[in-house]
């Protein structure tokens, strides 16, 4: 029997609680395990609900290795699926190099006190995941995620080599809220006001934050977005294991209204992630501006729309020029319907479970640590469609692929 635990109990924690539970030739015995226990509590109540199946819960903090090792051990855990903060992927990883476990999460390492997305500290867990014969799998969401696998299919079915890649995320949902992040303010934050990065002729280029920015017409009705520049790290690692790869951006939409609010915290100071002094004490104003935003996990029950991720790749085949348009677009209600989080989160969490999945069976199983590109695309693709991911790939003109026209 396969145990496993989930660290992280936000909105991709439901997803993924909820996703295993439904597998349970997969996943055997399930713990959830937060810092805050009651929201594990209350998601396996739903999880009972829902699937019928029973997860236990747990309290621990993810900063405390010791702690997290002896959890692991405890539960008997064969993977550790973290969908805490970015923050603490490297001391969960310390703690299953120290229990004897596999590691599986959703986005790269960074540190607290800088805004800097790169693999470089997870890399540098090679040597150790192979001397302990463990299997780290990095990145297992949607961007990064699924995005990885769909520019690895490509490559596999479509390409002899890839010359361009555009990844473009566009959410077309409305929470009603003047405004709200969604999935983790914090990080939220962090991310889209860090400098872009794109890649370009052998090297990262840098630019103001969503100084760059097109209109975008989402394929089936989606409908029609301003679409920005900013960096993201699966163009990290999809360039280092894809050297054919010239030009590498990254895309995600946002409303006007989010980004004037935006630049109105920014104004204020309310994005800093440095400390302050406030009433004898020190803060940081973004974790303050967390703590009074809308919870992101809350968003479900009134969003409404869909999402529509996908890739915009050109390269050769046969030494002609080719492009395609590899996507996948998602409803926020019926994902709220089968398991109570808007599509953010879900999309997150089932390429997280499916990682998962992956690993368990032995399919992309292997000593070391790996990005998601680097394992055949071919069965993760074949999940995506039977859990509640369908994809579409559609050929390309190169004139289309170059003014993002695919709808």
């Known amino acids: ?50 699937t019928g199946r029973s997860i236990e819960t747990a309290a621990v903090d993810a900063d405390d290795v010791a702690r ?26 310390d703690a299953c190099l120290e229990a ?33 014969k463990r299997s780290a799998l990095l990145g297992s969401g949607f961007d990064p995620g699924v995005t990885n696998v769909f520019t690895a299919w490509a490559l596999k079915h479509h390409f002899d080599e ?14 009603g809220h003047a405004f709200a992040t969604n999935f983790n303010p914090e990080i939220n934050i962090r ?4 400098e872009c990065r794109h890649w370009e002729d052998g090297q990262f280029v840098e630019t103001p934050p969503m100084s760059e920015h097109r209109g975008f017409t989402c394929p ?7 679409i920005y520049r900013m960096y993201h790290e699966e163009l990290e690692s999809l360039t280092k294991h894809i050297p054919t790869i010239r030009r590498a951006q990254f895309w995600m939409s946002f409303s006007p209204n989010y980004l004037k609010h935006l630049e109105v915290l920014q104004n204020v100071g309310m994005t800093r992630i440095d400390e302050v002094e406030y009433g004898g004490q020190q803060i940081i104003p973004l974790q303050f501006l967390k703590a009074v ?4 996990g809350d968003l479900g029950k009134r969003t409404k729309g869909r999402t529509c991720i996908g890739n915009v790749i050109t ?9 395609v348009y590899i996507y996948n677009i998602c409803d926020h209600e019926k994902c709220f319907e089968e398991v109570g989080s808007q599509a953010i989160s879900y999309t997150t969490g089932v390429p997280a479970m499916i990682g998962a999945k992956q690993m368990l069976e032995g399919a992309w199983r292997k000593d070391g640590v790996w990005n998601m590109e680097q394992h055949d695309p071919d069965p993760f693709m074949a999940d995506l469609d039977l859990h509640g991911l369908p994809w579409t790939c559609v050929e390309l003109t190169p004139e289309q692929a170059a003014a993002f026209e695919v709808a």
């Open 68 to 93: 997290t090792t002896e959890l692991i051990r405890e539960t008997g855990a064969r993977l550790v699926i973290n969908v805490a903060l970015p923050y603490q992927d490297l001391s969960i990883m």
């Open 293 to 296: 935003l809308p919870n992101p």
């Open 100 to 132: 004897g476990a596999d590691y599986l999460d959703t986005a790269n390492y960074e540190p607290k006190d800088v805004a800097k997305f790169e693999y470089s500290w997870q890399w540098a867990y090679q040597k150790r995941f192979l001397v302990a």
């Open 315 to 323: 390269g050769v085949k046969d030494g002609q020029p080719k492009a």
């Open 162 to 175: 890839i010359h361009t890649l555009d990844i473009i995320d566009v959410n077309g949902g409305d929470h």
């Open 220 to 226: 089936e009705g989606v409908g029609s977005y301003e």
């Open 1 to 50: 029997m396969n145990k496993v635990l989930i660290i992280g109990a936000g909105g991709v924690g439901n997803v993924v609680a909820h996703k295993c539970a439904m597998l349970p030739d997969v996943f055997g015995e399930i713990t959830l395990a937060s810092r805050t226990v009651s929201k594990c509590k209350a998601i396996a109540a739903d999880v009972k609900a829902r």
């Open 191 to 194: 991310e889209v006001t860090a």
